[in-house]
């Protein structure tokens, strides 16, 4: 994997600082990867249903790119065809991507950590 915060990110409890909401993205080690801010739009920020979507989308990402992954790696067994392993191989390979992918976006709409 890239050189990004290592994964899987958490959504935070909701916080405060100086009276402006926002939501914290926790990665593994317990650093901050990014925070959701409030929304604006009205006389006083809201940390809205959008504001709280928007937070387990990004939670989600570093989800989503294993289940990415995992599925090219499905593929490219796929490509290369029968080896040893065979096609139990590759199907092991896809139910795992299949698995990661079903996660990711249950945790991306809100449905899981």
Do not use: N
């Amino acid at each position: 994997m890239g050189q990004h915060a290592l994964g899987p990110y958490v959504v935070g409890m909701d916080d405060e600082y100086e009276r402006c909401p926002f939501i914290p993205i926790f990665a593994a080690d317990g650093g901050v990867v990014a925070e959701v801010p409030a929304d604006y739009s009205g006389k006083k920020p809201k940390l809205t249903k959008a504001v709280r979507a928007t937070a387990d989308l990004l939670a989600a990402s570093f989800d989503m790119l294993e289940a990415l992954e995992a599925q090219e790696a499905a593929e490219q067994a796929l490509i290369d065809g029968p080896d040893s392993q065979g096609y139990e191989h590759w199907q092991e390979l896809e139910d795992r991507a299949t698995e990661l992918r079903r996660a990711a976006i249950a945790k991306a709409t809100g449905g899981g950590q």
